[in-house]
């Protein structure tokens, strides 16, 4: 008590005692263990999951792009079955 700065120097080399002090104060509460932060920080994304991610999406460009390409296949089918239609009237002439 006549020397506060003791108890600095020693939560402040082991800021765990705080966490351990409060897990026995109040054991209800949900506190977070060193092991749980190390499985969430597994899981998480990082900015090279991202990046790769990013590189195998599509942009709009290429969305665009087959858009202009299936419009082009219908127009295509389209036109081969007007084609069949005119060979199958001509042959029947």
């Not at 005692?17 to 026995?24: C, G, H, T």
């Not at 054991?27 to 994304?45: I, S």
């Not at 900015?47 to 599509?58: F, Q």
Request: net charge negative.
């Amino acid at each position: 008590m006549e020397h506060p700065e003791i108890l600095v120097e020693v939560l402040t080399a082991r800021p765990e005692i705080i966490y351990e002090v409060l897990a026995k104060l109040m054991p209800w509460q949900n506190l977070a263990t060193k092991d749980d932060l190390r499985r969430l920080e597994e899981r998480m994304v990082t900015k090279d999951d991202l990046k790769r991610l990013e590189e195998k999406m599509a942009t709009k460009e290429d969305l665009k792009r087959l858009e202009e390409r299936m419009a082009t296949k219908e127009e295509l089918k389209k036109l081969e079955e007007r084609v069949d239609r005119l060979e199958e009237r001509v042959n029947s002439i």
